[in-house]
T-cell receptor
Framework: EAGVAQSPRYKIIEKRQSVAFWCNPI?????LYWYQQILGQGPKLLIQ????????DSQLPKDRFSAERLKGVDSTLKIQPAKLEDSAVYLC???????????FGSGTRLTVV | GEDVEQSLFLSVREGDSSVINCTYT??????LYWYKQEPGAGLQLLTY?????DMKQDQRLTVLLNKKDKHLSLRIADTQTGDSAIYFC???????????FGSGTQLTVLP
């Protein structure tokens, strides 16, 4: 089966600019996650979708981050405006249901200068 | 919320066994996972164990779970240089089954 697709692979922006990341999960996977992985740390969950509804967004900085999953398939994560501390790898993952293991995409490496 | 802790570094000689340890705090955790991350790559699911199991073996990998002490370990037998990577312990807990990661253990395999 095809894996979790993410784009772009790399992005460099200036602070205060906006940026968007795209994720296409594995076909049929109901649960979709966005994680932020800062260098040297483990991934931190930003938001979790079950189909097209938000299950958990308690760690999403809602003043600047937003995410949507229209039609319960693809998802986009947006940052506006970006800060230097947003430099990280943004990982998308999906799972068949909440109890199964997550399959991760290769991530988008964001550098904010 | 859940807190997952791992030691940061482990070095072993090629052919030896590696044991990577992890502790967690939420006793209602359901599934516990081990992921591998190589440089510049995403996370690869290695193995998992359900909370009602004590041990799971999968080829060179053995997972041990001590639910009383909230301690999880990953043993890699006959460690090879290709096993050099960062290994993350991750735990699903809570009603939404949030997956919480540890900070990762950098495994270095010396020839």
């Amino acid at each position: 089966e095809a894996g979790v697709a993410q784009s772009p692979r790399y992005k460099i922006i200036e602070k205060r600019q906006s940026v968007a990341f795209w994720c296409n999960p594995i076909s049929g996977h109901a649960t979709l996650y966005w994680y932020q992985q800062i260098l040297g740390q483990g991934p931190k969950l930003l938001i979790q979708f079950q189909n097209n509804g938000v299950v958990d967004d308690s760690q999403l900085p809602k003043d600047r981050f937003s995410a949507e999953r229209l039609k319960g398939v693809d998802s986009t994560l947006k940052i506006q405006p970006a800060k230097l501390e947003d430099s990280a790898v943004y990982l998308c993952a999906s799972s068949l249901d909440r109890d199964r293991g997550n399959t991760f995409g290769s991530g988008t490496r964001l550098t904010v200068v | 919320g859940e807190d997952v802790e791992q030691s940061l570094f482990l070095s072993v000689r090629e052919g030896d066994s590696s044991v990577i340890n992890c502790t967690y705090t939420d006793s209602s955790s359901t599934y516990l996972y081990w992921y591998k991350q190589e440089p510049g790559a995403g996370l690869q699911l290695l193995t998992y164990i359900f909370s009602n199991m004590d041990m799971k073996q999968d080829q060179r990998l053995t997972v041990l779970l001590n639910k009383k002490d909230k301690h999880l370990s990953l043993r890699i037998a006959d460690t090879q240089t290709g096993d050099s990577a960062i290994y993350f312990c991750a735990v699903k807990s809570g009603s939404a089954r949030q997956l919480t990661f540890g900070s990762g253990t950098q495994l270095t395999v010396l020839p």
